[in-house]
């Protein structure tokens, strides 16, 4: 009888510091040949906790990476024009390369108008309009982190991915959309899988590779995947469990396991590699300000 390959467990936290010390590698040369450090800003609206938590993680690996970092912090109550201001200033900015407003904003603030206030060049969220349209039409520029994050795995991980079938579970702006339209530009056949889908599980069944980011607890289970299929999990759900809180992801990661050929887990997964892409892209707007 054949045996069976064990499952890897990807290790997001490895990948993240072997990327960070690449890219800090990158930022010594930089400077060493005069050319400026790349600077980040990042803004912080009101005191959400999960948000504060981000920014702190966001800026401890920009310091790391040796950039240049400043977070703003303006109160939950301010208004429009004091958040518009303070983009424009950025935007303005020689020694900032990158600006990131820490999303959600209060309820009383325009997110898609803060989006598209940003300098595109500057944008390393990669929400703006303009980045979303050289994306989808193969000129890519600055990517949203956590798709790119994703790709970073699969690439590390699988080596060349053309032809694999990817099956994306979820369509929003920052994750779903992306993250299908980056396999499609590694040359996989892409399917998109959403609420309205009709038996998501079969469609995701012929997946070579599943990309779930859902927002579901463990909904992804055995049901779902491929045997030997490689499976990222983007998806970060606080559970209660024996009343402690604890983070899981959208795929049962004890139920899929044993399935598949490698699994991201939750924590420890996706999230590493998603503040290491923040970095990536504050460098690359850094060399795009270079020329
Ligand atoms: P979202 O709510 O904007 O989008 C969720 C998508 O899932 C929607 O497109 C919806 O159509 C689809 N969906 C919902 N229920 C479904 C179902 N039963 N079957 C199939 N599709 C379904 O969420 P998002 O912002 O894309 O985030 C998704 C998850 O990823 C969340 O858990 C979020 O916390 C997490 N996330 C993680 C990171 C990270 O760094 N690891 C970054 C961003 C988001």
Redesign the pocket.
């Known amino acids: 009888m054949q045996e069976k390959t064990p499952v890897k467990v990807i290790d997001g936290r490895q990948l993240s510091d072997l990327l960070i010390e690449e890219m800090t590698q990158e930022v010594n040369e930089r400077t060493q040949k005069g050319l400026p450090q790349p600077g980040l800003a990042v803004v912080l609206v009101g005191e959400d906790p999960a948000s504060t938590i981000y920014v702190r993680n966001k800026i401890r690996c920009a310091e790391k990476a040796g950039l240049f970092s400043l977070v703003i912090r303006l109160d939950a109550s301010c208004t429009q024009q004091a958040l518009d201001d303070v983009v424009v200033e950025l935007n303005e900015r020689d020694d900032i390369h990158g600006i990131l407003v820490q999303l959600p904003l209060p309820k009383h603030l325009s997110e898609a108008r803060i989006i598209n206030l940003i300098d595109p060049t500057k944008d390393v969220d990669g929400f703006h309009p303009v980045n979303v349209g050289l994306l989808s039409s193969g000129q890519a520029k600055l990517v949203p982190?956590?798709p790119l994050?994703c790709m970073e795995i699969l690439e590390r991980e699988m080596g060349d991915v053309s032809g694999k079938h990817a099956v994306v579970?979820?369509?929003?702006?920052?994750?779903?959309k992306p993250m299908a339209n980056l396999l499609l530009q590694a040359n996989c056949t892409v399917s998109i899988?959403?609420?309205?889908?009709i038996d998501?599980a079969a469609l995701c069944r012929q997946a070579d590779i599943l990309v779930a980011?859902?927002?579901?607890a463990e909904?992804v289970d055995q049901n779902w995947v491929k045997p030997g299929a490689v499976v990222i999990d983007?998806?970060?759900?606080a559970t209660e469990i024996d009343g402690k809180r604890k983070l899981v992801g959208?795929v049962n990661f004890a139920d899929v396991a044993d399935k598949c050929r490698a699994i991201t887990p939750?924590p420890g997964?996706?999230?590493p590699?998603?503040i290491a892409c923040l970095i990536k892209n504050t460098l690359t707007a850094a060399k795009q300000h270079d020329m």
């Open positions: 982190c956590t994050g579970i979820g369509r929003s702006n920052i994750v779903g899988v959403h609420s309205k889908t998501a980011a859902v927002g579901v909904l983007v998806g970060i759900n959208d939750v997964g996706v999230g590699m998603t």
